[in-house]
């Protein structure tokens, strides 16, 4: 039993250090050209301050608009920066990837000994650690004008790293398509924003007319974003379980299959067109 | 127990190129066998597949058909411990550039999981002379000092099996030399390619010629050498202007080739050694400083062979 433990102890271990091994790289390299760091902290802050203004001023008239009002339009407006800054990840693999391979290093990377998994999670870890400033900021801000209880708000931050996996994964997706395919990745991205357009991360569902709205409904990324603030607001979790247990179910499960599928894909684009360039 | 740490086993690739039924065997049923410490060196033109080969062999890429076995496991099987086994050193330096030298080593050398690796990068950098370069960012190193800096890693990684794809490109010829040194003291094994045949002149144990994707030759330097049969070269100085000399050589069909070197010298490649008799009667009629006969060397095997 002890040796088995320290035998999982010892693999965890190993894992982690990959993980960090190349987040720390990934942030090294971010550090190069410190502006670039600088302005990757100030920019998100810059769209935040008008919409707040427009909103602020909408909002004092007393409109509401589906569960949107002057008490928590903030909640959802800063919860949506957070999502936001989160969704630049899936940009972040394939600038990432594709430097690697003009860079001409992903030969090093790719016959070193560790998966690929690895590489999605340290990738994952060091944008992390590049939005961490200003995610904090858009957070405490949430939570001073809508204040919930410790549980919900470590809930909160595991529904945050749920979705940053969601996007991790299909980032990494994207990634493999921009090097390897570099003509039609971007015909992904298109489909991708379409999809976010009918996700209401910054709108309410209401905003949207009555034919769209079962399209939108039929969008896991709506599903997922609304628990989120639907937690928020609820600031109870056993309560926001049992009454959406759909939206948890979809939450999870992506957060567990879209990872995997990337890397799935990840290895059979990589096995079967291998490497343009080289 | 074989002694055998590479066997390759009818590898072929095929790169199919944009067009109808357009393609290039990159690799043409390769069958090789490496011994364990053995310094192999691949020799070739530009596109023969050498790097492909290296490629296939490093798990980079995946053959069209065939297999190889490294230090025993399978090539496609068991990809993972093949890649615990090899380290790769590619023309292309594969370094960061927006990183520093020494973010650069021990990046790699955490991922490979090298114990200590900051003395080991130490005593590498001081080796290759490179030490004073660590903490500048690897964009403003100059290409000789690129490519110490890719051989340190490729050292420093502690792999059975080195993979190093010209290596001494952009190295100046004093670094060569201590490349040479370098890799002579290592027990690991080496394959490795270059367009300077000097330095696979001085390492290699053993050579194989290869062209679009075939192996053509293989086999110790000597055994390579003799495949030049009985020609042989003769260098020769004249005291005197060489003019009358090279018209009367060329009249004798027992000579391919004469090539003019400084002054009055030149060298006389002969069919057969059996003709060296006739030379030097011809030589007797004029006064002569110098003459040697000159062993074969891998170049004009290499010319002749491509």
Redesign the interface.
Known sequence: MKTRTIKIKKIFKHHLSQIFTIAEKNVKIQLRFKFNLYSSIIFPFLPVIMSTIVLMRFFSEGVTFGQWKDTNYLVFLFTAFNIELLRTIIQKFPIEMRLEKYWKTLPALMIAPFNKMHLLLGIFLSHLIIIAIPFAVFFLLACLISPISPITIIFIIFIFLLIVLIFSGIGFFLGVFAISEENYWRIFTIGLQLLFYVSCIAYPFELFPAEIQPIIRLNPFYHIFEILRVTWLENNILLTITNHPFQFIILIGTAIIVPLISIYFFKIIYDKFGIVGY | MTDKIIETFGLSKIYYLKGKDKHVNALDDVNISIKKGEIFGLLGPNGAGKTTLI?IL?????PTSGYAIIDGYHLLKNT?KV??K???M?E????????TAY?NLK??C????VSNYQQKINDMVKLLGIENWLKE?VEKLSSGMKMKLALARTLLLERDILFLDEPTLGMDVKTVNLFIDMIKNVENTIIFTSHDLSVVEKLCDRIAFINEGKILKIGTQEEIKNLSGSEIKVEISLACKKQELLSELHSHDFIIDITEQQKNGFLVHLKEKAYYKDLLSILSNYEIMKIKEVEPALEDLFLRMY
């Open positions: 490629q490093t798990t980079l890429l995946r993972k890649k615990s090899v380290a790769l590619l292309s330096d594969m370094l960061y550039y927006r990183l973010d990046f790699f955490k991922l490979y999981k960012y």
